[in-house]
């Protein structure tokens, strides 16, 4: 038989018994339907409460569901559909480039690659659906991190230990401020042989509900295959699609990201 963390099901039952009555519920009725220790019942219940996961009403004295369970779902939501609905615009790009597109979502440092069409030229990459890399050292990741607040970025990076897979790798927190910031200033990232040494990639951010940073796509090719030319070619083709999906996934400012470094602009990466 399979252990089971008590306070983990704890909180599975209180959120479970919160959903069956939109309205809320008092203390008493929660004491009533879970049959737990009032003492064990307050202490779960501040808890969750402190994570924004339930709010409590004075005025009412019931308690409902919080804020962060909506962003929670939402960032399922975004899972489940991203990939579909992005699915033709990556298409259309491959066939357009012959090149290798990608899609990857942010996940604390690193970036999980959801979706890769192929190229009918060999190209061998580290990148497959379902792998992760570091975000720093991405065009996917740096187009995800031009999403968030500075203020995430110095949470998540500011003490980091950077390691450096190649010589054109960012190696420190104040070099990613600077990266960060010419993303953002020339619409685009830009995988320079990072991560990769002969493998170049252009990327641009999917924005979703509240213009939330939601997901990135990329074109990937060899190095001798990459100039100037192409890369304004493959920027312009992926903000064309980034646009339409981040549309289509909640977003009203696709470009919203552009401006993100700023403390207080309410754009961010989701975590999920």
Same mark, same amino acid.
């Given at each position: 038989?399979? #252990?089971?963390?008590? #306070?983990?099901?704890?909180?599975? !039952?209180?959120?479970?018994?919160?959903?069956?009555?939109?309205?809320?519920?008092?203390?008493?009725?929660?004491?009533?339907?879970?049959?737990?220790?009032?003492?064990?019942?307050? !202490?779960?219940?501040?808890?969750?409460?402190?994570?924004?996961?339930?709010?409590?009403?004075?005025?009412?004295?019931?308690? @409902?569901?919080?804020?962060?369970?909506?962003?929670?779902?939402?960032?399922?939501?975004? &899972?489940?559909?991203?990939?579909?609905?992005?699915?033709?615009?990556?298409?259309?790009? &491959?066939?357009?480039?012959?090149?290798?597109?990608?899609?990857?979502?942010?996940?604390? *440092?690193?970036?999980?690659?959801?979706?890769?069409?192929?190229?009918? *030229?060999?190209?061998?990459?580290?990148?497959?659906?379902?792998?992760?890399?570091?975000?720093?050292?991405?065009?996917?990741?740096?187009?995800?991190?031009?999403?968030? %607040?500075?203020?995430?970025?110095?949470?998540?990076?500011?003490?980091?230990?950077?390691?450096?897979?190649?010589?054109?790798?960012?190696? %420190?927190?104040?070099?990613?401020?600077?990266?960060?910031?010419?993303?953002?200033? &020339?619409?685009?990232?830009?995988?320079?042989?990072?991560? %990769?040494?002969?493998?170049?990639?252009?990327?641009?951010?999917?924005?979703?509900?509240?213009?939330?940073?939601? !997901?990135?796509?990329?074109?990937?090719? #060899?190095?001798?295959?990459?100039?100037?030319?192409?890369?304004?070619?493959?920027?312009?083709?992926?903000?064309?699609?980034?646009? @339409?999906?981040?549309?289509?996934?909640?977003?009203?400012?696709?470009?919203?990201?552009?401006?993100?470094? %700023?403390?207080?602009?309410?754009? &961010?990466?989701?975590?999920?």
């Amino acid at each position: 038989m399979e #252990s089971v963390v008590k #306070s983990a099901d704890r909180v599975v !039952a209180v959120l479970s018994a919160l959903a069956e009555m939109p309205v809320g519920l008092t203390f008493t009725d929660l004491l009533v339907k879970l049959e737990l220790p009032r003492s064990s019942l307050h !202490a779960l219940l501040q808890t969750l409460i402190r994570a924004n996961l339930v709010v409590y009403e004075p005025e009412t004295k019931l308690y @409902h569901y919080g804020p962060k369970l909506w962003e929670l779902s939402m960032a399922y939501y975004h &899972r489940i559909h991203l990939v579909p609905i992005a699915w033709p615009y990556l298409q259309a790009i &491959r066939d357009r480039m012959n090149q290798t597109v990608q899609m990857a979502i942010l996940e604390g *440092r690193e970036i999980l690659y959801v979706a890769k069409i192929e190229s009918t *030229r060999p190209l061998q990459l580290v990148s497959h659906v379902g792998s992760r890399l570091p975000a720093y050292a991405t065009g996917l990741g740096k187009a995800l991190l031009a999403s968030l %607040s500075s203020v995430k970025i110095k949470e998540l990076w500011q003490h980091f230990e950077f390691y450096r897979y190649t010589p054109h790798t960012i190696d %420190s927190y104040e070099g990613l401020l600077s990266e960060l910031m010419r993303t953002r200033e &020339r619409g685009y990232a830009i995988d320079e042989g990072e991560y %990769s040494p002969d493998v170049r990639c252009v990327a641009y951010p999917i924005l979703g509900y509240e213009n939330v940073g939601v !997901a990135a796509i990329s074109v990937t090719m #060899s190095a001798d295959q990459f100039n100037h030319a192409v890369e304004i070619e493959m920027a312009e083709l992926l903000q064309k699609a980034a646009r @339409h999906i981040s549309v289509r996934v909640g977003s009203t400012n696709p470009d919203a990201w552009k401006t993100s470094g %700023s403390d207080g602009v309410p754009v &961010r990466a989701t975590l999920l």
